[in-house]
């Protein structure tokens, strides 16, 4: 059975729980760019569980609020923790977002699904490569290149990309 929910219903739905109940966890599909070439948008689901403020780590990727009016959200990687706030990066982008609350954090993702192939995202190989891909950060213009390129030739000609 599937069952269909917004973000708002599951953050609801996350927030009835008894405390000790467990997580509800739910799936996504992606739908924006700033996650290339990690995450692809409108090809991968990512499972996202709620996650309690003490539980964060660099490196989780996180839902939370977009910037944008309109119920937009928003997954980027946690890339600094300082206190109570975070700053969020995507992996895709050339800069790092404005610190915000940590409290903005809804959940994290957990897996994602490319095809027949399921990513546990706190894998060593998939640590690893997020500590490779910060280091190259100066980099990151040029690498990204070939995947926004893709990227535009799929949405533009998608029985071809």
């Known amino acids: 059975m599937k069952i269909s ?13 008894p405390d000790g109940a467990g997580q509800i966890p739910v799936w996504f599909q992606v739908t924006g760019v700033s996650m290339l070439p990690f995450i692809r948008p409108f090809r991968d689901n990512v499972m996202i569980v709620a996650v309690a ?6 490196g989780d990727i996180v839902l939370f609020p977009g910037k944008h009016e ?6 980027h990687r946690l890339y600094r923790i300082e206190g109570n706030r975070v700053q969020t990066f995507g992996d895709g982008n050339r800069h790092p977002d404005y610190w915000q609350p940590k409290s903005q954090i809804l959940g994290k993702v957990v897996l994602f ?3 027949r192939l399921t990513i546990d995202c706190d894998s060593p190989l998939w640590v690893r490569l997020f500590h490779l891909w910060n280091k190259l950060l100066l980099l990151r213009p040029i690498l990204l290149l070939p995947f926004q390129v893709m990227n535009k030739l ?8």
Request: glycine residues 8%; contains cysteine.
């Open 53 to 58: 403020e003490e539980e964060l780590k660099v």
């Open 154 to 161: 799929h949405r533009q000609f998608p029985k071809f990309f």
């Open 70 to 75: 309109g119920g937009d959200y928003c997954l």
């Open 113 to 115: 699904k490319r095809g």
């Open 5 to 17: 929910l917004t973000v708002e219903q599951w953050v609801a739905l996350q927030q009835q729980l």
